[in-house]
């Protein structure tokens, strides 16, 4: 679904990406991994086309979108649901209303069939009945939910979820893990691509791994690739240990 050819990228003197080459499969749930700084969404950012590459190829969906203009990566971008770290709901909305909005802006379906498509997705995320409410009087999981009914409300092909649960309880974190396990499974078309440093969430929840580290893949593969390989870093990495060969800047 998303491939990266030989990608570099360069902030002044800093080069975050170095000769990538990614690979994410289509219809699966693929976690890239990696410590803070080492480029995870800056590589998201050169899927949606926020972030220019200095050199290489990145081809999603079939088509190559290195060259795009900003009216193909408008187009282009009805492909993707994010789920950012911060659900950022509009607060003066209903969720109703929140999760109606990028069918409003994007799709000429009638009211009703909109209407009805709302109720369907916050149903998927466990939230049948709050439609009236607005997001302060939601708990951080609800507006979670709700942040995930509105990225999936206009079946993207492509769910990009940048650190989900950093920063929530365990209880929490553990839901929403679950949550995007069963709604990759429900769209079976779609794509999932999970940006995160939780290593036990991925190792539970990934069917693909990729981890970065100095602007490269160290490994990619399924959980179990992981667990078992000798790679000092990715084991170190695994591990969660300061101890090791890998350089922290
Ligand atoms: N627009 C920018 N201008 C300059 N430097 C940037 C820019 N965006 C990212 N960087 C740098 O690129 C590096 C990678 O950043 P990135 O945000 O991708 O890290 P990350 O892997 O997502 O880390 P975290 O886990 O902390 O979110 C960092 O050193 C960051 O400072
Ligand atoms: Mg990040």
Same mark, same amino acid.
């Given at each position: 679904?998303?491939?990266?050819?030989?990608?570099?990228?360069?902030?002044?003197?800093?080069?975050?990406?170095?000769?990538? +080459?990614?690979?994410?499969?289509?219809?699966?749930?693929?976690?890239?991994?990696?410590?803070?700084?080492?480029?995870?969404?800056?590589?998201?950012?050169?899927?949606?086309?926020?972030?220019?590459?200095?050199?290489?190829?990145?081809?999603?969906?079939?088509?190559?979108?290195?060259?795009?203009?900003?009216?193909?990566?408008?187009t282009y971008r009805r492909k993707f649901g994010m789920l950012f770290q911060h659900a950022a709901?509009?607060?003066?909305?209903?969720?109703?209303? +929140?999760?109606?909005?990028?069918?409003?802006?994007?799709?000429?379906?009638?009211?009703?069939?909109?209407?009805?498509?709302?109720?369907?997705?916050?149903?998927?995320?466990?939230?049948?009945?709050?439609?009236?409410?607005?997001?302060?009087?939601?708990?951080?999981?609800?507006?979670?939910?709700?942040?995930?009914?509105?990225?999936?409300?206009?079946?993207?092909?492509?769910?990009?979820?940048?650190?989900?649960?950093?920063?929530?309880?365990?209880?929490?974190?553990?839901?929403?893990?679950?949550?995007?396990?069963?709604? +990759?499974?429900?769209?079976?078309?779609?794509?999932?691509?999970?940006?995160?440093?939780?290593?036990?969430?991925?190792?539970?929840?990934?069917?693909?791994?990729?981890?970065?580290?100095?602007?490269?893949?160290?490994?990619?593969?399924?959980?179990?690739?992981?667990?078992?390989?000798?790679?000092?870093?990715?084991?170190?990495?695994?591990?969660?240990?300061?101890?090791?060969?890998?350089?922290?800047?």
């Amino acid at each position: 679904m998303i491939t990266f050819q030989d990608v570099s990228k360069s902030f002044g003197r800093h080069q975050v990406l170095d000769h990538l +080459n990614l690979h994410i499969p289509k219809g699966k749930i693929t976690f890239i991994l990696g410590k803070s700084g080492e480029g995870k969404s800056v590589t998201i950012k050169h899927i949606m086309g926020l972030l220019k590459s200095d050199r290489g190829r990145i081809i999603v969906d079939g088509e190559d979108i290195t060259d795009f203009t900003r009216e193909q990566f408008t187009t282009y971008r009805r492909k993707f649901g994010m789920l950012f770290q911060h659900a950022a709901l509009f607060d003066s909305l209903t969720v109703g209303e +929140n999760v109606l909005f990028p069918l409003r802006e994007h799709t000429k379906m009638s009211l009703p069939d909109m209407l009805k498509r709302v109720e369907e997705v916050l149903t998927q995320v466990g939230l049948p009945h709050i439609q009236h409410k607005f997001p302060s009087e939601l708990s951080t999981g609800e507006k979670k939910r709700v942040g995930l009914a509105r990225a999936l409300v206009a079946r993207p092909k492509v769910m990009l979820y940048d650190e989900p649960t950093t920063g929530m309880d365990p209880l929490v974190s553990e839901m929403i893990d679950e949550l995007i396990v069963k709604l +990759n499974r429900e769209e079976k078309e779609m794509t999932s691509v999970v940006i995160s440093h939780d290593v036990k969430a991925a190792l539970a929840t990934a069917e693909c791994i990729v981890m970065l580290y100095k602007g490269k893949v160290a490994l990619d593969g399924p959980p179990e690739a992981f667990r078992t390989t000798d790679d000092p870093v990715v084991r170190q990495f695994f591990a969660g240990k300061v101890e090791g060969p890998m350089e922290f800047l």
